[in-house]
């Protein structure tokens, strides 16, 4: 029974703490590894059956790959469910027994491991997201300094091009050289992101045509190649969820909920999960609705059209976005299946799917 039957390895760069444990969840291992030579070196002399869980984190994945390597059971688990389980102050030592104790926890689940592959282009995307953010704050801090002077601009982009462009060559507008200097400055790295974002969505969209997963994907209304090429990196296992409903609820498209007893309170959008792909899924559901003609007679446009008039443009965004997952959970449990829109049965379709 003193034989270690889960391991639970607490990263950092160059100092690593282990715990152990016996089949009787008994800690019998407790050992500081102090340099990165050390953790390969005790990686060698792993063997299996055995478990072996680290927290999420900077190299956790590039760690769970040559774990596996030697055949063991990898496990990485969310540090924001880990941290929970840990008694007394914060130290490597809690840390790894902590790790130990979110093992045994069914509520937690692990984070897929994923390949160099998938890690590159995850990279891309949050490349992208952090160019897309620079973006933003650059013209809001543009448009906040312009409207000190006295001048108001539409939102969009192309109205910020155009406004700001004009605004500079306005020779009559009193605002000071200075200024006009540091507007065309940011300005001007504006449009840099701005081109680094176009040369990276081609990119994206040559490795959404390439990759199977991806491609498979595209079938549906709504994904194109950002959130295809999104849902390709991150892995997701579609077997982990009991059904498509639980898949939509992981990514926070669904309501919150506050209920005790008998009463049911329903709230807002919890916007749990990837809020990237969250705010990707519902970009792309905005882009159908622009697409449906108000004469369509097919049920994919007459179920939206009702959607728009009961809840709204953005409220039914919301839910294709649902929907869209829901078709996704689908197709990655079975990448044979074609997807079809509009089916024979939309009755048979729909019990499938739930």
Known sequence: MDKITAIAIDLAKTVFQVAGENARCEVVLEQRLKSRQAMHQFIKGLM??????????????????ELQAQGVEVKILPAQHTVVHRNGNKNDANDARAILRALHDVSVHPV?????????????????QGWRRRMTAISNQVRGVLLEQGVVMARGDAALVRTVSRTL????????DRLRALVAELMGEWQGHRQRIAVLDGELATLSRTDPVAAHLQ???GIGPIVSTAMACKGIQPERFANCR?????????????SSGNKLRLGAMSRRGDSYLRSALIQGAHAVIQQIKTDATD??????????????????????????????????????????????????????MH
């Open 219 to 221: 079938q549906a209304r």
């Open 48 to 65: 299996p059956p055995l478990t072996v869980a680290i927290e999420t984190g900077p190299g956790a994945q590039a760690w769970a790959r």
């Open 246 to 258: 639980q898949f939509a609820a992981y990514f926070g498209i669904t309501p919150s909920q506050h």
């Open 169 to 176: 060559e306005d020779a009559t507008l009193p605002i000071p």
């Open 112 to 128: 897929p491991v994923k390949t160099p592959e998938q890690l590159a282009m995850q990279a891309l995307h949050r490349a992208r």
């Open 299 to 352: 049920p994919y446009s007459r179920r939206i059209q009702r959607w728009v008039r009961r809840c709204g443009t953005k409220g039914a965004a919301v839910r294709l976005a649902n929907h869209n997952l829901r078709v996704v959970w689908m197709l990655l449990k079975h990448p044979e299946m074609p997807f079809r829109s509009n089916p024979a049965n939309p009755e048979a379709r729909e019990d499938a």
